[in-house]
């Protein structure tokens, strides 16, 4: 090899590889996002509600299924704090609820900013329709949230599994069934259901934010991106070395 001669950039060409996979991998993410968002709004067009009764049944349910549940709610109530609704800051109450099946879960009943009033609902089976969600997630978690047993507590974050845990203790023995069987979900009580007593909560759940055309766009840029990449390498390449 002459002093004029270079090596090839092995390491400058591994680096790129990374790069681009990296970016192809951005696009197909951002096509399966189009194809979940396409799904939930072809679910919210059929305006199908389901009547889930086993746990098995909840398996096959996802985000954004319309339920149509038959039980009555207990006294554990958790008021999710910091959450911003119409530029107030408030709290989400999230209220236990027993299926006529002995199946626990969470209902988020609503956006309140009054602590003071009462969170309690009248004993007795009810009927109510919420769309499935999942469970509420903190963007930044700042040390360790502790749940206490109580009926009311105000929390920073919904930590799943201390939560189960308390309302395992709660209201397991209280079932009629042999195995006490806990939704890790919760589901979003629809706007037109009336729970009575004076309660004013705010229910104006969002649907998904971002469209099924808008992920499409940002899957074709990080494609075009990455082939205009590989078109900079080859001339890189084809002009230094050959």
């Not at 060409?13 to 951005?26: D, E, F, T």
């Not at 989400?92 to 209902?107: D, K």
């Not at 109510?128 to 009311?152: F, S």
């Amino acid at each position: 090899m002459t002093s004029t001669e270079k090596s090839f950039p092995w390491l400058f060409s591994i680096m790129w590889l990374l790069i681009l996979l990296v970016m192809i991998s951005a696009g197909f993410w951002q096509l399966s996002r189009a194809e979940q968002k396409r799904q939930i709004n072809a679910r919210l067009a059929a305006g199908e509600t389901k009547q889930p009764k086993t746990s098995k049944d909840w398996q096959f349910l996802k985000a954004f299924d319309e339920v149509e549940l038959s039980g009555q709610f207990v006294n554990t109530h958790f008021l999710l704090d910091n959450q911003i609704m119409d530029g107030q800051v408030g709290f989400f109450v999230f209220t236990s609820f027993m299926t006529t099946e002995g199946i626990l879960m969470l209902i988020n009943r609503g956006w309140s900013d009054d602590a003071q009033q009462n969170f309690d609902l009248l004993r007795g089976e009810t009927i109510i329709t919420a769309l499935v969600a999942e469970w509420p997630r903190p963007g930044v978690k700042l040390g360790e949230q502790v749940i206490i047993n109580q009926n009311i507590q105000h929390l920073t974050y919904l930590e799943q599994q201390p939560t189960i845990e308390l309302l395992k203790q709660r209201h397991c023995q209280q079932t009629r069934t042999e195995n006490c069987i806990i939704l890790p979900r919760v589901l979003k009580l629809d706007a037109t259901v009336d729970i009575g007593k004076g309660h004013n909560f705010k229910r104006n759940w969002q649907l998904p934010r971002m469209t099924v055309e808008k992920h499409r766009a940002y899957a074709m840029q990080w494609f075009t991106m990455s082939l205009v990449l590989c078109f900079i390498y080859v001339i890189f390449v084809k002009k230094t070395y050959f």
